[in-house]
């Protein structure tokens, strides 16, 4: 046999060819040269004490390494060639050149350690395909890490890395990159290369301008910008096609560019605080927009161009100066959630009757009374009007026939209309807050209600607990956090 031969039965990572090459090692010939072969191991043997015997070192293909003695790993880890899997953890600070010789590695992964920099040898680890060194504090990358042509998953997130290596665009077969937590005030030019990635993550960096060439990155469904500086978007980004999802909350966004429109792919696009006065028309271009959240930006007001994203399923506009909501944002075709809490003071607030919404929120809105038109909304599920002015309940309330969570607290209101026990599907409802000094009768009458809260009224607490009883084993709540 040859010599080569011998040492692929070794590191085939089979156990029956590695029990042949270890007969094999006992025969005269090959003795010397197997000894030079597993002495390595031997020692590594000594100071892990992983295994019962040294022929299960070769016979393993997933390792994890956490030397409690040392930070350091063992030199000697690096001759398991055979090795397709290593996990590395306990804090080591420092990953040798020798990392070179796992030759058939396909997973490394040194999550959660203390690592700063690493070798320049880790490009020559031409098989691995996920790689994920996140939540260490690599500052660096090296060039060579572009030479890691099958890499489909890099995970760098949580370093602090202040920029990339222009060779990251070598990377042609990367699926998904997490680039999250760092200190990237940009992105190499280069990046537009990655023609096959699907998923990048960029948010919590310092990133004030992303590159033209991120519109070439055509496959992506998921771009995460969130947590970040960025005023604007590039021109490109309408090439975007694939993408579905848009988050670019907490940035300082002023304006999109009319390039959106042309992003047919887009479903979900993410604009929370940021620095948005009106908003861009070009939402209202986007054919495919579904869930559209504006909360906590500068809005005044609500532009007709709204109306014409028919297909938005969902808005979110929490904590804007908005003093009036239009009719036209209601006749949405598809709208099914409105949320509008904290919103400045609403004027005028006059529901379409044509929309199929279903879960509905204008909280802490200075309402000053309950909008009756509200009650035409026949699919309704879900409706929190908590925290305003309202002191009547519409007996029209009883059409609202599929309501399942109402939410009055802390209003004005001193009593209920028996109508609203007519609600045959109402599971949830809160009055808390309210001057009630007894207990509305029409309660008594909700057949499926299984969570009553009614803290903090003028009904003496004592009465509470004597009442009932109540339908369908009711949850009452009468005190925080202290059902009875």
């Known amino acids: 046999m040859e010599f080569e031969n011998l040492t692929q039965l070794l590191y085939s990572g089979d156990p029956a060819s590695v029990a042949v090459a270890f007969e094999i090692g006992k025969q005269k010939e090959y003795a010397e040269y197997f000894e030079s072969l597993i002495a390595p191991v031997k020692k590594l043997h000594e100071k892990l004490e992983r295994f019962d015997s040294v022929i299960d070192y070769f016979t393993t293909t997933s390792l994890q390494f956490a030397y409690e003695r040392t930070p350091e790993i063992p030199e000697e880890l690096f001759s398991l060639r055979q090795l397709k899997e290593l996990t590395i953890y306990n ?61 489909k998953l890099l995970n760098l997130g949580y370093n602090r890395l202040e920029k990339l290596p222009n060779s990251i665009g070598g ?3 990367l699926d998904l990159l997490g680039l999250q937590g760092n200190k990237l005030k940009k992105l190499p030019e280069s990046i537009g290369n990655l023609k096959q990635l699907k998923h990048i993550d960029i948010t919590q960096n310092h990133l004030v301008a992303l590159p033209e060439s991120i519109g070439k990155l055509s496959a992506v469904s998921e771009l995460n910008l969130s947590n970040n500086f960025l005023k604007t978007l590039p021109v490109s980004i309408g090439q975007m096609n694939q993408l579905t999802e848009l988050s670019l909350n907490f940035n300082r966004i002023e304006t999109l560019p009319e390039t959106m429109q042309n992003m047919e792919g887009l479903n979900h696009l993410s604009l929370k605080r940021n620095r948005l006065k009106s908003i861009p028309q070009v939402i209202g271009k986007i054919p495919n927009l579904k869930t559209l959240n504006l909360s906590e930006n500068l809005l005044k007001n609500i532009p007709n161009s709204i109306a014409t994203a028919a297909r938005l399923t969902e808005i979110l506009i ?37 929309t199929p919404i279903e879960e509905l ?82 309660l008594f009458q909700l057949k499926k209600l299984e969570h009553l809260y009614i803290i903090g009224t003028e009904i003496p607490i004592d009465y509470l607990k004597s009442a009932g009883p109540w339908p369908n084993n009711c949850e009452v709540t009468i005190v925080d956090d202290l059902p009875f």
């Open 91 to 151: 804090n080591v600070e420092y990953i040798p050149y020798q990392l070179e010789r796992l030759v058939n590695l396909k997973i490394l992964d040194i999550e959660n350690n203390q690592v700063k920099e690493l070798p320049e040898t880790i490009g020559n680890l031409q098989e691995v395909k996920e790689m994920n060194l996140s939540g260490n504090k690599i500052s660096q990358l090296p060039n060579s890490i572009g030479e890691i042509r099958q890499l």
């Open 318 to 354: 929490r904590k804007n100066p908005v003093n009036e909501i239009p009719a036209h944002l209601l006749d949405l075709p598809e709208l099914k959630i409105l949320k509008l809490s904290q919103c400045k003071i609403i004027r005028t607030f006059e529901p379409s009757s044509k």
């Open 171 to 173: 990377l042609i077969h």
């Open 361 to 442: 929120g204008i909280q802490d809105c200075n309402l000053p009374s309950f909008p009756a038109n509200i009650c035409t909304y026949s699919k309704l599920k879900k409706l929190n009007l908590s925290y305003n002015s309202i002191n009547t309940i519409p007996k029209e309330i009883n059409q609202l026939k599929e309501l399942k969570s109402l939410n009055l607290c802390d209003n004005n209101l001193t009593s209920l209309p028996e109508e609203l026990g007519q609600l045959k599907s109402l599971e949830y409802l809160n009055i808390s807050g309210n001057p009630f000094t007894e207990i509305p009768k029409c």
